[in-house]
């Protein structure tokens, strides 16, 4: 191992570097995409009234796998499985593009999906469950993969609103590199867990309310994969406590709302305003609210992760998984029922 990933201080360096070349590359792509003119355009299903340009994923994706090469590299890492997983992001970051431009069927862009997980999956060993042995080895390939696949597609479902996926992304890569520092120490492996907090801490200048630029499937879909690759590691691990306690608001949105979608006998795949965090906007509160009552959970439940993959300050299995539950939920309801509070009267000055 090199010694800089060895080192808190370089390791810290290096991730202000990081999060400073996304907002740099943000930027950048922002002036390109106006001149492209590449526009999210606002419909009665959007929770944005202006279009605004789309595709910051072209800014924060490469500084993430350029953060992550170049770290490997420094690290003389050769495992094979670590470049199928990058090849599989910038596979999924060009049919998103590619998408974002112009549409493209959703059978291609689930083909590559699967093709995408097929490679992540080459850096798990047999002896490496997902399922903790509950399933035999072929069964829980199948399981990991399926929700590994709609683990990336709810990450682009639920970006529909300024902030949230960056703060998603900077609170499930934060959680992750703090249990991978408390328990593996500073490496490799704590490094690439916690570059994607960075890359997105970066975007997040542009992208909070009111955001400049939206993220877009290219930014949202890698993002999801990497970042669901990341939770089956830990599960594999015996961390899986922690990997579902992490994206518990992204993975309860999502579902419920499906779920309730489905009973409904509604199209699944078609667009719609029925999120929770949708409701929430609907009811008046501004993006910036909605994703800083979001933030504010995640943390919780990085307390919660932490808690849970390190026992400390003491071990109770369980318990934070049941606690996360219960600050999901009251999130949940907050978002469905919660209206702002009302402007009072005008107060009227006195008259001469």
């Not at 390791?11 to 400073?20: E, I, R, T």
């Not at 992550?68 to 050769?78: C, F, G, L, N, T």
């Not at 975007?203 to 879909?221: E, H, K, T």
Request: aromatic share 12%.
């Amino acid at each position: 191992m090199s010694s800089w990933l060895g080192s808190p201080w370089a390791v810290g360096l290096a991730l202000v570097v990081v999060a400073l070349a996304s907002w740099a590359g943000t930027g950048i792509v922002l002036r390109l995409l106006t001149a492209w003119r590449v526009y999210d355009e606002p419909n009665h299903r959007s929770s944005h009234t202006q279009a605004k340009p789309r595709g910051g994923g072209l800014a924060i994706v490469p500084v993430l796998l350029v953060a992550w090469v170049a770290a490997a590299i420094s690290d003389s890492q050769h495992d094979m499985g670590f470049w199928l997983l990058v090849t599989g992001a910038l596979l999924l970051a060009a049919i998103s593009w590619a998408d974002d431009v112009r549409p493209r069927p959703a059978s291609l862009r689930f083909g590559v999906q699967v093709a995408a997980v097929a490679l992540g999956f080459w850096f798990l060993r047999p002896e490496m469950l997902v399922f903790q042995g509950l399933l035999p080895l072929p069964a829980d390939r199948a399981a990991a993969a399926l929700l590994w696949l709609w683990f990336i597609n709810l990450f682009n479902f639920m970006d529909g609103i300024d902030g949230i996926t960056a703060v998603e992304t900077v609170t499930i890569s934060g959680g992750l590199a703090t249990i991978a520092a408390l328990t593996f120490g500073w490496s490799l492996g704590t490094f690439i867990a916690a570059v994607p907090a960075a890359a997105a801490l970066g975007f997040l200048y542009w992208n909070w309310a009111p955001s400049r630029i939206f993220l877009g499937d290219v930014g949202s879909v890698p993002l999801g994969y990497l970042l669901g690759w990341f939770l089956i590691i830990f599960a594999a691990n015996g961390f899986w406590e922690a990997a579902l306690i992490l994206p518990l608001y992204y993975l309860a949105d999502a579902s419920l709302t499906l779920a309730k979608r489905a009973l409904r006998r509604e199209r699944l795949w078609q667009a719609h305003r029925e999120h929770f965090y949708q409701r929430a906007v609907q009811h008046g509160f501004s993006h910036a609210a909605v994703a800083g009552r979001i933030a504010a959970c995640n943390t919780i439940l990085v307390l919660l992760a932490v808690w849970a993959a390190t026992g400390r300050p003491w071990s109770a299995p369980g318990i934070p998984l049941a606690l996360a539950l219960l600050a999901v939920a009251g999130l949940l309801f907050m978002l469905a029922n919660q209206r702002p509070p009302a402007a009072g009267p005008r107060s009227t000055p006195p008259q001469p």
